[in-house]
């Protein structure tokens, strides 16, 4: 039956592309959970990810997946530059000034961006072969995004659990006020976490380029940023955790949305996902304010 | 410190703001019997979403202002007139465009204008170039409709939106009359819908059978809802695209679900090189409309068969040209062509007027047909619509684009059924 | 004692502006650029800087507008000029309320920085759903100016989409900041100022937090919508969904609220003016890299005056003359 | 009867903050509350305030039912507190945090009324001085005497002061305590003030005193009486209480 067929490739995309969402996610939620600044510039890091992997491949030849900790290591080279020069002297301001703040430095890096690789539009060819399903193909190369992306979120896990600077880490994400009598040093754990979260949005960006390797440009984070404050609400916004899982079920809403919507006659049922997507998010704030994984 | 950095900071205010001042004031006033220069303006996207074709088409004018320049300038009575664009970057936003229109139209004393890149900012920039009349010429503004809201002022010289994917299906039914089976996935957006919704109409008119039409939001990263869906309705051709990350998406998404059709046309993103760069072998065989392409058949031989009067620079010339602006490298895409088309276009009609009146230049424009590396220039008087002008068809080629269609103006023919995903992935391509 | 002084520099500096732009060849549509940006800052202000809720979902409620009016104007023409656009002007109002009562009652709920983000999902849901959906005429959005020809006449067309658009966005952002000043002195302002600073305490003071926030809310909703129905759908003639749901609206009204000082009536007209008038001058005197310039220097000013530009200001002018006339 | 709590628990997690409470408190009275630290005495406020509502038992004033009405729907009724750590609105002048109190409390004034009244109350706690300056900028003392002016300025019928007098020196306790006098005098205001220490002024103060420890009352009665029981002695851990 050509719909249930339908609707399962679409779910299994969605699984893939939501667990890429996810990981996007994390840097998020881990930069509010901590240090409680919403990074409106998120985006701007991915694309900084994606075109690591674009460059490494096409200059050197280097596998997408070799550039994973290359990414991580210059987005927290380049967290802790950002927090050293600019976030260190709000963290005490307003909300609204370290918001804005990040705006600025989103803008800048994208016209940075823009001014060093230019406007194109650019993608790369990591051929590797596909799965040949009944209903569906799915090249190898999502696949190796979707277990890297798992994998990673399942290292960060293991880092937070069990490593003392983790717990440390966490420790100030549950409960700041705590911490501070617990004699943590914040601002160490602040430039940490914010280098971390920069880091893993990064790495993010070159997961984002397995999934699509196509349509990398300067401008391409902000369909991610939108996407990834979505899900990072629907997840409970300061958990890491809750925003992997979040990530999943939002591609998986957003794909196996579009089977159902495609019975409405006179609709276009793929920007109508979209929309779904928004109405879920409602539903959820409104039966569940704090995320559909938050706790409290 | 605190002192110092507000010093700083309004220094700088008043450095730009000194900076912006400079800007040249004057502008024309025909008075001597000499030289004079003439200032085009041209609110440009170099910024934001329209930064790639805003960056193309400022060549594109630079180009034809220069060979205008090398070659007599504009001539009006007496006086010779050197060509200058005068350029803002409007950041792709409506808002801009607007004071920036009037920027040029009052500030500069502009009278002729080169509209900004896509059909909503020329719609932004219409009213006010109405309100100031002054000559608002269309290069990236495709849509039909801007022209059937009987704005006097506003001409277009690139083919209209209704004109992209029609070369396309004529030349499919050229060469298989039994491949029926048109599927069209594009993007939801005003320019595209409007291609596509063109070509579905054409398609019908010729006898193809729409098997399959969905659209897919601007900014997606998946397609695979869409095309699973679609596998299961196997066309024989695939119509569709939008921008340049979509089409990049499109074509990687149809090979990686290895949906395997006799020939597919994606709008825009095709006639980039970067498409070829990013999809490799994949993109072999892939056609997609073109105002313009290099290697286009337009030369002042072609002028003179048609009987119609030739303009501008050669192809070479202008390939030349603007690699000496836009770098060693740079092949100019299609952008670049029509910008440089719309600029050669006033400048025919100044001089046919002879006379820098707005009003008179546009009446001038009614009955002015000509060519140059463009192509043939010829406008509907009643509307300003583009009816000269024909698109071209590209396909990739053994890591070439090649003109496919019109046949008159082919560099290569086509290659159809063009080879399936199986096969490019053992390296096959058009032609081996 | 009400003070309603500062109102008198801002209208005076809405005078210095309108008397620069027709005074000044092609000053006339940037004077305009920067009226729509503090105009837009000025309604966010009623929100976001009186009760500290960042509404990310801002935008929408200027496309709902400009949508209201676009409806009026494509599809009940037939009524005459001035009933369509009083029409207009109701359908853009009702729609902004109707979106912002939904909105506020579900996300108002949420505190701080949980509301901001749940808002952003406002404008991406309302725009897939007149696109998915095909609702007035979905991507194809409605283009007006034909139909204004067709059923006012030309010269009319030409009237409404120049003087009289530019009329409406100069008498919208005054009237959005009277609004402002009126609410500055009412009891509503203080309830606002008391929650912003302490949600706890201010229920405690007898001050139903929800019920202000809400109010708050739907006012600033309402005069984006009339902006949105004014500077966009009659100044431009057209409403295309992926143009009037632009994000970058929402930060930029942001950016204008928080340069200038939030909370206070002068700052989103400070905001404004350095905003709109760095980045047109940075786009003549450095085409394509403006926001490459325009970035750090936020930075530098959010770095020096974290509370605003009038923020800073006020609060050295306590205490001196100067007190009655910035706030 | 002005305030009555029957049986009242408020619990977090596996934690009795306030355990089966029973209050009665009579209009115009002077009541003491006394505890050692975390023996339930802000949760206590914070329950016949609003900030929460009681997991069992109920809450009435002046006879009707207020169990689980919301904190500034019970300020209209006439009840109105300061905080042990004070809560000024911070960015707003001290002339208007108390017009503040004025225009939503029970006296629900208009704004030139209010502001009116707070210039009233800034010169009855002393601080009319300071009146414009913002309220965060304040001294712990003036801040305090802020927060008494915004409560009284809501013209409450029930005064909740929480630790008002702590850190202040004998001078001014005993100018607070002669103001809330002639206050309660004028305008018939039952207060309740919870103390920790400061046994002192509580006995100055209080007619009637409530010990509470872990959570539940320990005994009430009148001042003297009470702070000299054997049990209350015990849980101030053999502490000589400085009374009288």
Redesign the interface.
Known sequence: MAFVEQLIANLLYGAILGAVYGLATMGLSLIFGVLRIVNVGHGAFIMIGAFTAYWMFTLYGISPVLSLPLAMAAGMIIGVAVYLVVVKRLVDAPELATLLAMFAIGIFIEEAAKQIWGANYVGYSWEIGSISLPFTEIPYTKLVAFISSILIAAAVYVWFRKTKLGKAVRAVVEDREGALTCGIDVNKIYALSFSLGIGLTVLSGVLVTLFTPVGINAYMGGEYTLKAFVIAVLGGLASPWGAFYAGFIFGLIENGSYTLLGLIPGVEPFGLTRFVSFVVLMLVLLLKPTGLLGGE | MKKLLVFVLVGMVLFFAGCAQQQPQQATTPAGPKEETLYFGAPISLSGKFAEEGKASLYGMQVAAKWINEHGGVKVGDTTYKIEIKYYDDESKKENVQSLIERLATVDKVKFILAPYSSGLTLAAAPIAEKYQVLLNSHGGASDYIFEQGYYYVVQTLSPASKYQTGFLDMVKKLDPNAKRVALVYEDGEFSRAVHQAAKEYAEELGFEIVYEKTYPAGATDLSPILNELKATNPDVIIGGGHFADGQLLAKQLAELNINVKAISILVAPTFPEFYEALGNKAEGICGPAQWEVGARYTPDVADELGVEWYGPTQDEFLAMYKELAGEDAVPPYQAAEAAAAVLSYAKAIEKAQSLDPAKVREAMNGLKFMCLYGLWQIDPETGKQVGHEMDIIQWQNGEKKIVWPEAAATADPCYPMPTWDEKASGATCGS | ??SYSPLITLLLAYLIMIAIGQSI??M???V??VI?YIAIGQALNVF?GMT?Y?N?GYVALLGVGAYGMGVALGYYNELGLIPTLILGFILAAILALLVSAI?GG??L??R???F???T???N??I???I????IWG????I?L??IL??SFG?ETM?FL??TFADAGVIVVAIATGVVTAYIL???LG??L??L???E??????????TKYKQIAFMISCVLAGLIGAT??TL????V?P??VFA??YT?EA??IV?LGG??TLLGPLVGGLIYAL?K?????????????????????????F??GVVGYIAKKA??TRLENFVR | MLLKLEGVTKRFGGLVAVNSVDLEVEEGEKLGVVGPNGSGKTTLYNLISGVYMPDEGRIFFEGKEITNLPPYDRTKLGIARTFQIPRPFGSATVRENVAIGAMFGMANAGVDEALEMADDMLKLVGIYDLKDKEAKLLTPLEKKLMELARALAMKPKLLLLDELLAGMNPANINEILELLDRVKKEENIAVIAMVEHLMHAITKFAERVVVMHQGMKLIEGPTMEVLNDPKVIEVYLGEKLNVG
């Open positions: 004692m009400k060849p092609g006339w549509q940037p305009m650029l729509f976001l500290g960042v990310f909105v579900i996300a709920r949420l701080g920085a949980y901001a983000i749940a952003i999902g406002v991406e849901g725009k897939y759903l696109m998915g959906a095909k979905g991507s194809e959005g283009v100016s034909g020809r067709k030309a030409r989409s120049t002195n009412s009891r203080y309830a100022i008391a912003r600073e302490d706890e305490a201010a229920k405690v003071m007898g001050i139903n937090v500077a966009w100044k431009l003639t057209y295309f992926q143009d994000i970058n930060v942001i950016v928080m939030a909370g760095l047109y001058y940075l786009a003549i005197a450095f085409p394509g890299l403006q926001l490459l310039i325009l970035a750090p220097l936020l930075i530098v000013v959010i770095l020096l974290p509370e306590r205490g």
